[in-house]
């Protein structure tokens, strides 16, 4: 038995429904990989934020409350001395950080964070000028 050439075909409508089928699909994937790239893009920033505040923590944390000797009733700031640096680096007691704000993050002896390294390691959120949005404050 001999097929005709008719019953091997694709009809027209066949076509159209493979090709409205596959723009459907095609749509969604782009949709999908959008939603996918935004969002490991925000997850970046967000891990970025937090290990700068964790970075900050881990400082105020590994000092002492007060400064020995004093009432840890006294008024909250670092010391004249202290602040004459222009950096953290005497700051020995965690009421010195009271009202700090460091933006563009700096690390304690004040170089400015992501430029400690030109080797290219970081990704670009955690380049310095990438750093420039960033504000860390600390309230006692």
């Not at 881990?58 to 670092?78: K, M, V």
């Not at 009421?95 to 400690?116: F, I, N």
Request: net charge negative.
């Amino acid at each position: 038995m001999r097929l005709c050439s008719r019953d091997a075909a694709f009809t027209l409508v066949e076509v159209l429904v493979a090709v409205a089928l596959l723009a459907t699909v095609t749509a969604a994937v782009v949709l999908a990989l959008g939603v996918i790239m935004q969002n490991s893009e925000e997850l970046v920033i967000r891990e970025l934020a937090e290990g700068l505040a964790q970075d900050l923590m881990d400082e105020i944390l590994n000092c002492r409350y007060c400064e020995a000797g004093l009432s840890p009733y006294a008024p909250l700031g670092p010391s004249p001395a202290e602040k004459a640096t222009g950096n953290r680096s005497l700051f020995d007691d965690i009421d010195d950080y009271a009202g700090l704000v460091d933006q563009p993050p700096h690390d304690k002896w004040g170089r400015l964070l992501g430029r400690e390294s030109d080797s290219g390691e970081r990704p670009p959120p955690a380049i310095a000028s990438g750093l420039e949005n960033f504000r860390r404050e600390v309230k006692v």
